[in-house]
Nanobody, 127 residues
Framework: QVQLVESGGGLVQAGGSLRLSCAAS????????MGWFRQGPGKEGEFVAD????????YYADSVKGRFTISRDSAKNTVDLQMNSLQPGDTAVYYC????????????????????WGQGTQVTVSS
């Protein structure tokens, strides 16, 4: 079992920044690739970003590429999502998730690939 707890959400004005953090506990964090998903009001959940267990490989949704950065600290068992140039369309509940560190094509990074999920943290971007 892997337990995931997100933090860092909040209210920010358009153009601002937030940094989300996900703390992992339980089975060896280094065995898992980590991802962030989000679900906006009235929208389906969508993939945001993913990072391999080593941190060497990252994937981003086109909608956040160039604005969001995913990183991980294996010593602290955390994975962060730095979000810059936030827009109202980024308003959502953001979820941290863990998956087995198998090589997967970016297009296959769906929610079904991830075995463990956090409870989510709310991000609200005002215009």
């Amino acid at each position: 079992q892997v337990q995931l707890v997100e933090s860092g959400g909040g209210l920010v004005q358009a153009g601002g920044s937030l940094r989300l953090s996900c703390a992992a506990s339980g089975r060896s964090f280094s065995n898992y690739a980590m991802g962030w998903f989000r679900q906006g009001p009235g929208k389906e959940g969508e993939f945001v970003a993913d990072i391999s267990s080593s941190g060497a490989t990252t994937y981003y949704a086109d909608s956040v590429k160039g604005r969001f950065t995913i990183s991980r600290d294996s010593a602290k068992n955390t994975v962060d999502l730095q979000m810059n140039s936030l827009q109202p369309g980024d308003t959502a509940v953001y979820y941290c998730a863990a998956r087995p560190n198998t090589r997967v094509a970016a297009v296959a990074l769906t929610a079904a690939r991830y075995d463990y999920w956090g409870q989510g943290t709310q991000v609200t971007v005002s215009s």
